[in-house]
């Protein structure tokens, strides 16, 4: 689908879907239901279980889940698949995590994972090159994952 250069319209959360969408909805709606179930299946880590003793479970797979999401769309945009009104509207929607995209965008976080991993003032395990970790006399084989999203490295040198 060719790029508009400026769209006319003025997109709006509440605007209907713009032409294109339904060629995308049934992806979308599958991403957004298997959200809507790990979700389910998930607690929150800051607020813990209701029951004393219970070990919240791990939010990886709604992590998972948002970058899977964020990155069809972001390719099948970057691909021009998708003109730039559906780009802007999912994004207003919240189909993509737009924070993450902005990050993709500037060099060296062209494979990141989730923003948590990069927050915080410190470096999360998973952007640590592999490289870095054999030298600091890891084995042969590097075997690491992130403790909030799973990622088992997201370094762009990797």
Known sequence: ?????K???KIKKTSPPPPGYDKIAPTILK?????KSATTNSTSPTTGSTIPGAKPTSLCPIYKITHDV????YDLHTRQKISDELYTWLTLQDYVDSLLIAKWKKQGYEKLCCTQCITGGSTCICRVPKVELLK????????VECVTCGCRGCASSD
Not at 1 to 5: A, D, E, H, L, S
Not at 31 to 35: A, C, F, I, M
Not at 136 to 143: A, E, N, P, T, Y
């Open 70 to 73: 964020t990155k069809y769309i």
């Open 31 to 35: 991403y957004k239901q298997k959200l």
């Open 136 to 143: 600091r006399g890891q084995d042969d084989k590097v075997d």
């Open 1 to 5: 689908m060719p790029r508009t250069t």
């Open 7 to 9: 769209s006319k319209l």
